[in-house]
């Protein structure tokens, strides 16, 4: 809610109350007798003369406010609320994240897992009126998250993705079938999957094209975003006898055509993110290729502000009128 005046341009009639104080002011340094007046009590009550002549001079002030007030009051101030109805034909999306150890590599920025976790948050964050799903896989699958417009519920389950909360792997074919499972009995008029993984499918018992096609009976257009750089990464090759993974350099396999085939299945398309700032990029193009569509219908409610200020107005009047006409009054 705030404040406006209807009539704004009349609020520059305010410069009247300066105005009149300076001709009030230059009136009593002209006509006043600069007189020394006895401190003895006056005929008319017990106050003393002086008093009562400085309170009379100030009934000037208060028609001077009143004044104010309804310049202001005239000007019509108003409390507009605003209110906003949003229609939105939504994308259901399901992120598909890979977890095997293999995300734990540090080409990425503090390593792959991490910085994938940041940009999907991120995407999110931009689709405030889509439902957004989240499905983990390694060396199986599992949904972290059904659809949901609670973007802060899903930042929370993408913030608690690990490594080893799964069988290690890379069963691509298994997160996809379990999204496409989430997605099948959607009424959203765009359904879009975006996969994510750094590998090569090694485990599974669902074949990855037999899920994209799948997908693609289903009008579900799947993404497909390989991560990692190109030759070398500093990756976990084994486990010590504490758990800790042991790193080493070992080179980096996507398996991109797999991934294009995917993609190009079901209307996609294929991403190679090598870096953080590259994989922010794709999820950027992602957000401008599918967008929702949104329409917005605003309702303006006014309410009349100015009965308050005529009420204050009209009361100090009245004072000022009681006051002269009684205690205050002047001798003849």
Known sequence: MSLHFAYPYLLLLLALVPALWWWRRQREDRWHAHIRMSDMPSREGNMPGPLRGQLRSLLFYLRLIAMALLLVALARPQYIRKKEKVKADGVDIMLVMDISSSMLSRDFKPDRLEASKLMAQRFSEQRPYDRIGLVAFAGEA?????????????????????????????????????????????????????????????????????????????????????????????TPVSRNLNGEFIFDYAPVEIDEELLTQISQLTGGR???????????????????????????????????????????????????????????????
């Open 270 to 332: 294929y991403f190679r993110a090598t870096d953080e700032e590259a994989l922010g990029r794709i999820y950027d193009e992602i957000n401008r290729m599918e967008k929702t569509k949104i329409e917005v219908f605003s309702f303006t409610r006014r309410k009349e502000a100015f009965h308050p200020l005529v009420l204050l107005a009209m009361l100090l009047l009245g004072l000022d009128f009681l006051l002269r006409q009684s205690w205050l009054n002047s001798l003849p």
């Open 142 to 234: 599992f949904t972290k998250s059904p659809l949901t417009t609670d973007k802060n519920l899903l930042k929370k389950f993408l913030g608690e993705l690990a490594v080893g909360q799964l069988e290690d792997g890379t069963a691509i074919g298994m997160g996809l079938a379990t999204a496409v499972n989430r997605l099948k009995d959607s009424q959203a008029k765009s359904k879009i999957i975006i996969l994510l993984t750094d590998g090569v499918n090694n485990a599974g018992y669902i074949q990855p094209m037999t899920a994209a096609e799948l997908a693609q009976s289903l009008g579900i257009k799947v993404y497909t975003i390989g991560v990692g750089s190109t030759g070398r990464a500093l």
